[in-house]
């Protein structure tokens, strides 16, 4: 507990603290101004460092760039690896965990340990670990190095405890699974191949003992030979030699055939009786040619042959194999059952499938009940007890990049009645068609923990699609998906005009969300300079959306033209700013511009029937002007209790009432000032030859995302700082923040490439009349702050070193302020109730604008309280002349009260306003307001103010405007987001950096309580999609496809081991089938041998220790320091200090012993060297 008493009256909006005090990530504390006043705030603040610590809790959607797969038959587990070192491990809903290996190394096979809790991978750094399920988070027991081969494939029989490698070399070794160390016995490649042979057989592709003897081992080498090794006699039972590579081998489950598959498209059947040539050679997919020829057919990656009791006839499941002539066909899987071929087409290419049987032994009738499907961008589970093979309902959320994902939302501690109305509404669209099997992998154990509170995710995808999840108890469950794009019609076929030419792939892009949950209203921002809003109800409706289009475009006068190849501007008038001309009405269009005032999207003007759920009420769009787009919205925000809606760009800001259909506000951020602008604005000329707009239009948001057929580059708009102190307010505007090198590429928020050789002038958002296209430049520059990040694309003229030099230059700082912009973007924008005047002694609405350049504007608003007079008569809105100033683009408010509490926004009470009438009890609006304080004294005292930019953090007191304490955030890198969260029963500032830092300030007095570089900013997809919520929790976009929770709560850190799922469950292993003494006298049965008499350090000696490094893990360490948290911590942690300490020792002991064996080695080959020459004369050396 520390009490702050901090001084009120006389304080004044200028800070004593030095802007450039600090220049670490943040300064040690939040910096009071002082005064003299007999009255005192006294707030307590509860929060200290030790309520924060960052941990990851889980992650959500489909693994990107998928490449191995296995199953656990016992445990009913799967494991799925990534080409960036990730492990996923799946069971029943609730059970998914994912682990990482250090090294990042892609993932090439899994191998389980069956029914044993544990998992082996094989790594693209030759490098094999050993991982323990048995603990809710996996962890490394042991690893292998390979130095001298690489491992191409791995096999490890059940119930054993030796595992095969195969190299790329055509070696064979073994691996002891207990003790992680390689065995002496090696089956080298060119004693399995004949000493006839003159060439290498290529990199081992498939190791498998046979089911009939398991003294028998079937190395299959990619240029097509396969050779029987038998481990007893260390020889080569036989050896096929043939024309095709092989790919993979299946064994049938009696031991005496296998199938390969070819690089041909073929399918060879071979029978152990007579190896010299294939009993039975097919092309599934191969037709024959006039010329009796097969035609060619692509390379079968994977065969599995399978055997069922039900039927005699065998399943052969493939994938591949289709003819080259087909082009265009999707992927297929292939299911041959019989003379029964069925051909399943994929959306995705296969990376990998397996078949799941009841049985874990391989030498009984397999039984196949499914088949998993691994694709690039998807997992499907085929049901293969149905003759139409339907697919499972997959329980895990991987649908989350259905659409690429372009922005997110995180709500916690939502309205307890809201996750089941979404469920229920979302539940009749959902598709048909399912098995209605039961999910098979039923593995672990998982059960709510007391911690759970409502949570919902809500994700705006390319398409213009929003997909709502319930994030409940770490878990993620599709609720209900809303198509923004139904509210516009469909672009005809050859319409032409510049409406059309924004059409491009994705002309729906959803940008921003804002949601009331206590209201239920719904808005969304797209990429085509549009906002939506939509009101929930649980009945369906005919309506027809309202239509409203706004022109704000408000460029400034210019004084001057210089000549064309100039960019410098012109000073403006110096008795005040250059006059602005008064923004037309939004619906009215001036005859110069009826070819301009255009949208991007048309709305849908009929009667349209709306299914329950979230329903369009009012669409606002911006116009084109001057032949120009409209520029991107860049902030939004509505409040239900006001019926209003806000948002702005880079030319002003419009406040729309939505109940009554009007737009009451539509000015430019300069307009808003009045006589209060704070600084003397400078002016740009006009292009005076107008390039074509026709070459360029808004780009979508899914090009974000493509590796392949575009390029995409990212940048930070952002401005620059603004200084506390004016008289240096000119040469701090022309400074830039620090480049933070990623990856050897700039992200510096304020830096905007210039290609050609002409000079640019360095500002931060670049308005359409003010941006000076070269012929390198991209043709569209969309003006956005490092609170809403933008996607650009580079026109196909720029070279490839242009475009690295997008990321690679940085701003030069010692440019004067003419050369700026003088456009000003509104960043952020807030209804509360608040004071709009220092002499105001009560709170009214107001909406808070954040600009670009740091400055804070207060716009009061008179709403009638009368709900008839609410519909009918106008709102008054009345800019003021109060403006505060912070460094760096305003980035986030917030708002507590005397007592340090947060203040919510007022709301309305949700009501179905298409249910039907009830004459006893009419529809009213019905407002909840929260007030800062019950009594009037208190009211009278005011409200506190937070204020976070990208630089600075501020703490005003209202309505004085007195600001109370300051805090630099960074002054090397800018904040990319910030959030005011409530966490641990207070309230806090949290706040991630652009530099990867996530830092957390106590309210008001701006202390630091957090700073940890968690997250280096890699990819801009991070930035864009962070955000944070109340009961600390955060959440990111990963990769394309996967969202990553994170906490910074230490109490949910130590609950968080009771919220993950069990990965392993003691299940005893289902006993072999006895097969009867006429199948075991005439060989039947398996032959079982001792494979530790044969393996052993005694009888196969020690390997090369060259060969392979022992690399011990941590795994039962890190178990443990898992396990600690909960109740018995301190116990626990006791308890690791002495295992650690034990372990310590231990390895002294092995060290000592190593050094030991080594002297004693030496001191041998020394004997040995001594004997050898005791006899030599001295000339025969």
Same mark, same amino acid.
């Given at each position: 507990?520390?009490?702050?008493?901090?001084?009120?009256?006389?304080?004044?909006? @200028?800070?004593?603290?030095?802007?450039?005090?600090? @220049?670490?990530?943040?300064?040690?504390?939040?910096?009071?101004?002082?005064?003299?006043?007999? /009255?005192?705030?006294?707030?307590?603040?509860?929060?200290?460092?030790?309520?924060?610590?960052?941990?990851?809790?889980?992650?959500?959607?489909?693994?990107?760039?998928?490449?191995?797969?296995?199953?656990?038959?016992?445990? *009913? &587990?799967?494991?799925?690896?990534?080409?960036?070192?990730?492990?996923?491990?799946?069971?029943?809903?609730?059970?998914?965990?994912?682990?990482?290996?250090?090294?990042?190394?892609?993932?090439?096979?899994?191998?389980?340990?069956?029914?044993?809790?544990?998992?082996?991978?094989?790594?693209?750094?030759?490098?094999?670990?050993?991982?323990?399920?048995?603990?809710?988070?996996?962890?490394?027991?042991?690893?292998?190095?390979?130095?001298?081969?690489?491992?191409?494939?791995?096999?490890?029989?059940?119930?054993?405890?030796?595992?095969?490698?195969?190299?790329?070399?055509?070696?064979?070794? #073994?691996?002891?699974?207990?003790?992680?160390?390689?065995?002496?016995?090696?089956?080298?490649?060119?004693?399995?191949?004949?000493?006839?042979?003159?060439?290498?057989?290529?990199?081992? %592709?498939?190791?498998?003992?046979?089911?009939?003897?398991?003294?028998?081992?079937?190395?299959?080498?990619?240029?097509?030979?396969?050779?029987?090794?038998?481990?007893?006699?260390?020889?080569?039972?036989?050896?096929?030699?043939?024309?095709?590579?092989?790919?993979?081998?299946?064994?049938?489950?009696?031991?005496?055939?296998?199938?390969?598959?070819?690089?041909?498209?073929?399918?060879?059947?071979?029978?152990?009786?007579?190896?010299?040539?294939?009993?039975?050679?097919?092309?599934?997919?191969?037709?024959?040619?006039?010329?009796?020829?097969?035609?060619?057919?692509?390379?079968?990656?994977?065969?599995?042959?399978?055997?069922?009791?039900?039927?005699?006839?065998?399943?052969?499941?493939?994938?591949?194999?289709?003819?080259?002539?087909?082009?265009?066909?999707?992927?297929?899987?292939?299911?041959?059952?019989?003379?029964?071929?069925?051909?399943?087409?994929?959306?995705?290419?296969?990376?990998?499938?397996?078949?799941?049987?009841?049985?874990?032994?391989?030498?009984? &009738?397999?039984?196949?009940?499914?088949?998993?499907?691994?694709?690039?961008?998807?997992?499907?589970?085929?049901?293969?007890?149905?003759?139409?093979?339907?697919?499972?309902?997959?329980?895990?959320?991987?649908?989350?990049?259905?659409?690429?994902?372009?922005?997110?939302?995180?709500?916690?501690?939502?309205?307890?009645?809201?996750?089941?109305?979404?469920?229920? &509404?979302?539940?009749?669209?959902?598709?048909?068609?399912?098995?209605?099997?039961?999910?098979?992998?039923?593995?672990?154990?998982?059960?709510?923990?007391?911690?759970?509170?409502?949570? &919902?995710?809500?994700?705006?995808?390319?398409?213009?699609?929003?997909?709502?999840?319930?994030?409940?108890?770490?878990?993620?469950?599709?609720?209900?998906?809303?198509?923004?794009?139904?509210?516009?019609?469909?672009?005809?076929?050859?319409? %032409?005009?510049?409406?059309?030419?924004?059409?491009?792939?994705?002309?729906?892009?959803?940008?921003?969300?804002?949601?009331?949950?206590?209201?239920?209203?719904?808005?969304?921002?797209?990429?085509?300079?549009?906002? #939506?809003?939509?009101?929930?109800?649980?009945?369906?409706?005919?309506?027809?959306?309202?239509?409203?289009?706004?022109?704000?475009?408000?460029?400034?006068?210019?004084?001057?033209?210089?000549?064309?190849?100039?960019?410098?501007?012109?000073?403006?008038?110096?008795?005040?700013?250059?006059?602005?001309?008064?923004?037309?009405?939004?619906?009215? #269009?001036?005859?110069?511009?009826?070819?301009?005032?255009?949208?991007?999207?048309?709305?849908?003007?009929?009667?349209?029937?709306?299914?329950?759920?979230?329903?369009?009420?009012?669409?606002?769009?911006?116009?084109?002007?001057?032949?120009?787009?409209?520029?991107?919205?860049?902030?939004?925000?509505?409040? =239900?209790?006001?019926?209003?809606?806000?948002?702005?760009?880079?030319?002003?800001?419009?406040?729309?009432?939505?109940?009554?259909?009007?737009?009451?506000?539509?000015?430019?951020?300069?307009?808003?000032?009045?006589?209060?602008?704070?600084?003397?604005?400078?002016?740009?000329?006009?292009?005076?030859?107008?390039?074509?707009?026709?070459?360029?239009?808004?780009?979508?948001?899914?090009?974000?995302?493509?590796?392949?057929?575009?390029?995409?580059?990212? =940048?930070?708009?952002?401005?620059?700082?603004?200084?506390?102190?004016?008289?240096?307010?000119?040469?701090?505007?022309?400074?830039?923040?620090?480049?933070?090198?990623?990856?050897?590429?700039?992200?510096?928020?304020?830096?905007?490439?210039? !290609?050609?050789?002409?000079?640019?002038?360095?500002?931060?958002?670049?308005?359409?009349?003010?941006?000076?296209?070269?012929?390198?430049?991209?043709?569209?520059?969309?003006?956005?702050?490092?609170?809403?990040?933008?996607?650009?694309?580079?026109?196909?003229?720029?070279?490839?070193?242009?475009?690295?030099? @997008?990321?690679?230059?940085?701003?030069?700082?010692?440019?004067?302020?003419?050369?700026?912009?003088?456009?000003?973007?509104?960043?952020?924008?807030?209804?509360?109730?608040?004071?709009?005047?220092?002499?105001?002694?009560?709170?009214?609405?107001?909406?808070?604008?954040?600009?670009?350049?740091?400055?804070?504007?207060?716009?009061?608003?008179?709403?009638?309280?009368?709900?008839?007079?609410?519909?009918?008569?106008?709102?008054?809105?009345?800019?003021?002349?109060?403006?505060?100033?912070?460094?760096?683009?305003?980035?986030?408010?917030?708002?507590?009260?005397?007592?340090?509490?947060?203040?919510?926004?007022?709301?309305?009470?949700?009501?179905?306003?298409?249910?039907?009438?009830?004459?006893?009890?009419?529809?009213?609006?019905?407002?909840?307001?929260?007030?800062?304080?019950?009594?009037?004294?208190?009211?009278?005292?005011?409200?506190?103010?937070?204020?976070?930019?990208?630089?600075?953090?501020?703490?005003?007191?209202?309505?004085?405007?007195?600001?109370?304490?300051?805090?630099?955030?960074?002054?090397?890198?800018?904040?990319?987001?910030?959030?005011?969260?409530?966490?641990?029963?207070?309230?806090?500032?949290?706040?991630?950096?652009?530099?990867?830092?996530?830092?957390?300030?106590?309210?008001?007095?701006?202390?630091?309580?957090?700073?940890?570089?968690?997250? !280096?900013?890699?990819?801009? /997809?991070?930035?864009?999609?962070?955000?944070?919520?109340?009961?600390?929790?955060?959440?990111?976009?990963?990769?394309?496809?996967?969202?990553?929770?994170?906490?910074?709560?230490?109490?949910?850190?130590?609950?968080?081991?009771?919220?993950?799922?069990?990965?392993?469950?003691?299940?005893?292993?289902?006993?072999?089938?006895?097969?009867?003494?006429?199948?075991?006298?005439?060989?039947?049965?398996?032959?079982?041998?001792?494979?530790?008499?044969?393996?052993?350090?005694?009888?196969?000696?020690?390997?090369? /220790?060259?060969?392979?490094?022992? #690399?011990?893990?941590?795994?039962?360490?890190?178990?443990?320091?898992?396990?600690?948290?909960?109740?018995?911590?301190?116990?626990?942690?006791?308890?690791?200090?002495?295992?650690?300490?034990?372990?310590?020792?231990?390895?002294?002991?092995?060290?000592?012993?190593?050094?030991?064996?080594?002297?004693?080695?030496?001191?041998?080959?020394?004997?040995?060297?001594?004997?050898?020459? *005791?006899?030599?004369?001295?000339?025969?050396?």
């Amino acid at each position: 507990m520390k009490k702050f008493r901090k001084v009120l009256d006389g304080l004044t909006t @200028s800070s004593p603290v030095n802007p450039s005090g600090s @220049s670490s990530c943040g300064s040690a504390a939040g910096t009071p101004s002082a005064a003299q006043t007999p /009255r005192e705030l006294e707030i307590q603040e509860t929060l200290m460092s030790e309520h924060f610590q960052i941990c990851k809790t889980v992650r959500h959607g489909f693994t990107y760039q998928p490449t191995a797969l296995a199953f656990d038959p016992v445990q *009913k &587990i799967l494991a799925i690896g990534s080409r960036s070192g990730g492990v996923r491990l799946l069971g029943r809903p609730g059970v998914d965990c994912y682990c990482l290996h250090e090294s990042g190394a892609a993932v090439l096979q899994l191998q389980f340990l069956i029914n044993e809790g544990a998992l082996v991978t094989a790594c693209a750094d030759d490098t094999l670990h050993l991982w323990n399920l048995r603990q809710r988070r996996p962890a490394v027991l042991h690893s292998l190095k390979f130095n001298r081969e690489r491992i191409t494939f791995c096999h490890l029989p059940f119930q054993s405890k030796w595992l095969y490698v195969g190299t790329e070399r055509g070696n064979t070794h #073994i691996v002891n699974i207990e003790s992680f160390v390689l065995s002496g016995y090696v089956i080298m490649w060119n004693k399995a191949i004949e000493l006839s042979t003159k060439t290498h057989p290529g990199p081992v %592709v498939h190791l498998s003992d046979s089911p009939k003897d398991e003294g028998k081992l079937l190395i299959g080498f990619e240029s097509g030979t396969i050779v029987m090794w038998d481990l007893r006699a260390k020889r080569a039972d036989f050896r096929i030699y043939y024309d095709e590579a092989i790919h993979s081998v299946s064994w049938h489950h009696d031991g005496r055939q296998f199938m390969c598959s070819h690089s041909d498209g073929s399918l060879s059947m071979w029978n152990l009786r007579n190896t010299a040539k294939p009993f039975q050679v097919t092309f599934p997919h191969g037709k024959t040619q006039r010329d009796g020829r097969k035609e060619s057919c692509k390379p079968i990656l994977k065969v599995e042959y399978k055997t069922s009791r039900n039927s005699s006839e065998a399943f052969v499941i493939f994938s591949g194999g289709l003819s080259y002539d087909k082009a265009g066909r999707r992927p297929t899987l292939t299911i041959m059952h019989g003379k029964a071929i069925t051909v399943l087409e994929m959306d995705y290419p296969i990376v990998d499938f397996m078949v799941l049987c009841d049985t874990p032994y391989l030498n009984e &009738i397999q039984e196949p009940y499914a088949v998993v499907v691994l694709l690039e961008k998807d997992f499907v589970v085929v049901d293969l007890t149905q003759s139409n093979f339907p697919i499972f309902e997959n329980p895990y959320p991987m649908d989350i990049h259905e659409s690429p994902v372009t922005c997110t939302a995180y709500f916690a501690d939502c309205p307890p009645d809201i996750i089941p109305i979404l469920y229920s &509404i979302g539940a009749k669209h959902k598709k048909t068609g399912y098995s209605h099997k039961e999910w098979p992998l039923s593995g672990g154990t998982w059960t709510v923990g007391s911690q759970a509170y409502p949570e &919902i995710i809500i994700t705006g995808h390319a398409d213009g699609s929003i997909k709502f999840w319930d994030a409940t108890a770490i878990t993620l469950q599709m609720l209900y998906k809303l198509k923004t794009s139904k509210v516009f019609e469909k672009p005809k076929t050859g319409e %032409v005009g510049r409406g059309a030419e924004l059409v491009e792939d994705d002309p729906f892009a959803i940008q921003m969300i804002s949601w009331c949950p206590q209201s239920r209203i719904f808005c969304v921002v797209g990429i085509s300079a549009h906002v #939506i809003l939509y009101r929930f109800s649980k009945h369906d409706a005919s309506t027809t959306i309202t239509s409203l289009e706004v022109r704000l475009q408000c460029d400034m006068e210019d004084i001057i033209s210089p000549s064309d190849t100039e960019n410098t501007p012109c000073f403006s008038d110096p008795s005040g700013h250059s006059p602005q001309p008064q923004p037309p009405s939004p619906r009215s #269009i001036t005859p110069d511009s009826v070819r301009d005032s255009i949208h991007c999207l048309k709305v849908k003007d009929r009667m349209i029937r709306m299914p329950p759920g979230y329903q369009a009420e009012l669409v606002v769009q911006l116009l084109w002007v001057d032949g120009e787009p409209p520029q991107q919205i860049t902030c939004m925000d509505l409040n =239900s209790a006001y019926g209003l809606l806000a948002f702005g760009n880079c030319n002003g800001v419009a406040v729309v009432d939505y109940l009554q259909k009007t737009v009451l506000l539509c000015m430019s951020t300069l307009e808003l000032y009045g006589s209060a602008d704070p600084f003397q604005r400078l002016t740009r000329s006009p292009r005076k030859n107008r390039q074509s707009t026709s070459d360029f239009c808004m780009r979508g948001l899914s090009s974000f995302y493509s590796d392949s057929k575009k390029r995409t580059r990212t =940048s930070y708009q952002s401005l620059t700082e603004l200084s506390d102190n004016q008289v240096s307010l000119d040469l701090e505007r022309s400074k830039s923040p620090t480049s933070d090198h990623v990856n050897g590429h700039c992200t510096s928020p304020t830096y905007q490439p210039c !290609p050609s050789g002409r000079g640019r002038v360095p500002g931060g958002l670049e308005g359409p009349r003010l941006a000076r296209r070269g012929p390198g430049r991209p043709p569209f520059r969309k003006a956005q702050s490092a609170a809403c990040m933008e996607v650009s694309l580079p026109v196909s003229s720029l070279t490839e070193e242009s475009r690295e030099n @997008s990321f690679s230059r940085s701003r030069s700082s010692s440019v004067s302020s003419i050369d700026r912009e003088t456009k000003e973007a509104v960043t952020t924008l807030q209804f509360a109730e608040s004071y709009g005047r220092k002499s105001d002694t009560l709170p009214t609405p107001c909406l808070w604008v954040g600009t670009s350049l740091g400055l804070v504007l207060i716009i009061p608003m008179s709403i009638p309280t009368d709900e008839q007079e609410r519909q009918e008569d106008p709102i008054t809105v009345a800019p003021t002349a109060t403006v505060l100033m912070l460094k760096g683009s305003v980035l986030r408010f917030g708002f507590l009260d005397c007592g340090g509490a947060l203040i919510l926004n007022p709301y309305e009470v949700w009501r179905d306003q298409h249910a039907p009438e009830d004459p006893d009890r009419p529809r009213k609006r019905k407002l909840f307001n929260f007030s800062p304080s019950s009594s009037q004294e208190a009211i009278g005292d005011g409200h506190l103010a937070v204020v976070c930019s990208e630089r600075q953090a501020k703490v005003f007191l209202m309505p004085s405007q007195a600001c109370l304490y300051v805090h630099n955030i960074t002054e090397s890198s800018f904040v990319l987001r910030a959030d005011v969260v409530s966490v641990c029963n207070s309230v806090c500032l949290a706040i991630f950096c652009a530099n990867g830092h996530i830092m957390t300030l106590s309210l008001p007095s701006l202390r630091p309580l957090l700073d940890v570089n968690y997250l !280096p900013l890699t990819d801009m /997809r991070i930035a864009r999609t962070f955000c944070f919520t109340n009961g600390g929790q955060a959440l990111y976009l990963c990769s394309p496809t996967e969202i990553q929770r994170i906490t910074y709560s230490q109490e949910m850190c130590d609950n968080l081991q009771e919220m993950l799922g069990e990965l392993f469950t003691p299940i005893e292993t289902p006993e072999a089938q006895n097969r009867g003494f006429l199948k075991g006298f005439f060989g039947g049965n398996a032959q079982t041998f001792d494979r530790e008499e044969l393996f052993g350090e005694a009888a196969a000696g020690k390997a090369s /220790r060259s060969l392979a490094q022992h #690399i011990p893990g941590q795994g039962g360490m890190e178990g443990m320091k898992a396990a600690a948290g909960g109740v018995v911590g301190e116990l626990a942690r006791a308890r690791i200090a002495l295992d650690e300490r034990g372990q310590r020792l231990g390895e002294l002991e092995e060290r000592t012993a190593l050094m030991m064996t080594s002297a004693e080695t030496f001191s041998k080959h020394a004997h040995e060297l001594m004997l050898k020459c *005791k006899d030599k004369k001295w000339y025969q050396f």
